[in-house]
């Protein structure tokens, strides 16, 4: 019989749920506050992403 291993596809679904959850939080986090979260302030652990940055470097990027 084969010898059949679950370990490596476990892995990586766990590090995928990992990841999105990280990211999710992230963005949801710079995203507009919901009703009754607007005075709460944003994790330290939590990159700012400013929107303009954004723009401009997409902007760049395009004049290439």
Known sequence: MTDVT???????LVAGFIAAVTIGSIAWYNSKRPPGWESKER?????????????????DSKGK
Do not use: C, E, G
């Open 43 to 59: 994790p330290d652990f939590v990159p700012k992403v400013d929107k303009d940055d954004l723009i401009a470097d997409v902007s």
């Open 6 to 12: 679950l370990t490596t596809p476990i892995l990586v």
